[in-house]
């Protein structure tokens, strides 16, 4: 397919462009096949530049012969007016924006047409290797390797090529599980505490109405627990859904046959569900005709806190049974995708102080979600402003995004335990539904193999790494905390996400410009600490070659000696 075949124009002047927080932009509409852009006609000219991935739906509004109103709705939750003149104008140009938003075949996407103007320091695409990333988890005589059963995608399409798993269990074995457990995601390590408990996840056990078992699933779930230890099952649906999965081929653990294990279900919400939820939470935020109480009320009927609440309270349970208990935990949903990894990743922050730094929360997005196999194609696809007739159930869910904003209120509670800043979990949420880069491409690692998603693009951390890009990111109150942190999950300890939801509706500039001056302060604090710690180590310096000169007496640089001051 040729993109000349969906540009009906490419050009078309005299249009305005209405935007958040700007001054209306007289100019002309340029379409290119991966941007739309609109450029002033000023002596200083403004331009916009917008991915056609972003958009997430046209709306149309003609006005007879005169021209019409095109609302373009982004998943950045940008919400853009253009008045076009022209009938004809109107239509060719509304025609070839739904049809160039509708582009599905991931390498026509832009970051297979993107190339980066500065130079590349790291290739962020083996920053973040398995064998590299467990390497610290996995050492040398311990009960864990690394396997490569996985290495072709044929055993589980979603898992990565390399995953951790017991040492005992060989790779025939693990294929007879993988038989066991939905879409193949057999129990895996996700993360290994300081007390040698262990975190695991996967997707459900097929165990079918007629009670079907796996003795290779139940020995490799003996084996991660050892002898005379119990461990969890966090299944993250309620029981009447575990329950009606049976019916479905699906269920969950058998105690009978899982002695070891205690089952404990933390329902929370996933796809249609909580993608409505975020309809619900935008529609009440951009409706302007709301007063205050009635805006709490929709904001507390779209359930999007409480969303926040679930899922935070069933990681802090999981972090609860590894720190506190030394018990290992095992979590899964149905598929083992989206709250599962939402669980994983969170209980992790909790814990691992080394995923709350830059480099080790990249870490943990490619672990968990890039190489865990979240399917972000298909999630991202449709968001929040598109028509729930044109969604496909049980496809679009912002899972993603909900677990930045649990990442945001533990952020928010303990502002100085992480070296990022929210700016930097806004930017992953931008990057995850529309990017110049492949990292976020694909539902998987093995659909990013085949694309050749490494060698033709560019990965996101190449570019935010470098230490240009990497300082606008950084949290200017980062104090390094190596303690676990226990977030409140009460609902007046958390709050809604402004610099995300209400950014185009309410001008964050006064917050902005705030913590401008907060990163100014602590700036000028760590040069002048930086310069103070120098002149000491410079008077020391100076006192040890007097000393040594004869110049002054050791009893005048140690005051409490016993020798009288003598100059010499």
């Keep these: 397919m040729e993109f000349a075949e969906l540009i009906r124009i490419s050009r078309c002047d005299r249009v305005m462009l209405h935007q958040p927080h700007k001054a209306v932009l007289d100019g002309t509409l340029c379409i290119t096949g991966h941007h739309l852009i609109v450029s002033s006609r000023d002596e200083e000219p403004q331009e916009l530049w917008l991915l056609h991935s972003n958009i997430d739906t046209v709306e149309r509004r003609q006005q007879g012969m005169t021209g019409g109103t095109l609302w373009l709705k982004c998943k950045d939750l940008r919400i853009l007016q253009l008045d076009i003149i022209g009938a004809d104008q109107f239509a060719k140009v509304s025609d070839t924006l739904e049809d160039l938003t509708r582009v599905d075949e991931p390498t026509l996407l832009y970051p297979f047409f993107y190339r980066p103007m500065y130079t590349v320091l790291e290739d962020g695409w083996t920053a973040f290797l398995p064998e590299s990333e467990f390497s610290r988890l996995v050492q040398s005589g311990d009960d864990w390797r690394m396997s490569y059963v996985n290495k072709d995608y044929k055993v589980c399409p979603s898992y990565p090529s390399a995953m951790v798993v017991p040492k005992s269990i060989d790779d025939n074995e693990l294929v007879a599980i993988a038989n066991f457990r939905q879409g193949g995601r057999f129990p895996v390590l996700a993360y290994r505490h300081e007390s040698s408990a262990v975190l695991l996840r996967s997707g459900q056990p097929l165990t079918t109405p007629n009670g079907k078992r796996c003795k290779e699933d139940e020995r490799l779930l003996s084996l991660v627990l050892g002898r005379g230890k119990r461990g969890y099952v966090i299944d993250t649906r309620t029981q009447n859904l575990s329950q009606s999965a049976k019916l479905r081929g699906g269920g969950y653990e058998s105690e009978l046959h899982y002695p070891n294990w205690r089952r404990v279900h933390k329902p929370i919400d996933r796809h249609h569900v909580l993608i409505d939820s975020f309809t619900k939470l935008m529609d009440g935020i951009n409706d302007n005709s709301s007063g205050m109480d009635k805006w709490l009320s929709r904001l507390e009927n779209c359930s999007w806190m409480n969303n926040i609440k679930e899922t935070l309270n069933c990681a802090c349970l999981v972090a609860q049974c590894l720190d506190q208990e030394g018990a290992s935990v095992l979590v899964h949903d149905t598929d083992g995708l989206d709250s599962t990894l939402q669980v994983t990743s969170l209980a992790q922050i909790i814990l691992n102080p080394d995923c709350r730094t830059v480099r080790g929360f990249e870490a943990l997005i490619e672990r968990e979600w890039l190489q865990g196999g979240h399917p972000f194609a298909l999630r991202h696809q449709k968001s929040c402003y598109t028509p729930s007739n044109q969604r496909t159930k049980g496809t679009h869910s912002p899972s993603f995004l909900l677990f930045l904003d649990c990442v945001h209120q533990i952020y928010s509670q303990f502002s100085c335990s992480f070296e990022f800043g929210e700016s930097f979990l806004i930017m992953l949420f931008e990057h995850s539904y529309s990017s110049q880069f492949g990292t976020f491409l694909g539902n998987n690692e093995?659909?990013?193999?085949?694309?050749?998603?490494?060698?033709?693009?560019?990965?996101?951390?190449?570019?935010?790494?470098?230490?240009?890009?990497?300082?606008?990111?950084?949290?200017?109150?980062?104090?390094p905390n190596q303690r676990v942190i226990w977030p409140s999950v009460a609902p007046m300890s958390l709050q809604l996400w402004p610099a995300v939801y209400l950014r185009w509706v309410v001008d964050q500039a006064p917050q902005d410009a705030a913590w401008s001056v907060v990163k100014e302060i602590k700036e000028r604090d760590s040069a002048i600490r930086s310069r103070v710690s120098r002149l000491r180590r410079q008077l020391q310096d100076l006192e040890k070659e007097a000393v040594a000169n004869g110049i002054i007496s050791q009893s005048i640089v140690n005051p409490g000696s016993p020798e009288p001051l003598e100059v010499a």
């Design 446 to 479: 093995g659909e990013r193999v085949v694309m050749k998603a490494r060698e033709r693009t560019t990965s996101l951390w190449s570019y935010v790494n470098r230490p240009e890009i990497l300082h606008q990111f950084l949290n200017p109150m980062y104090e």
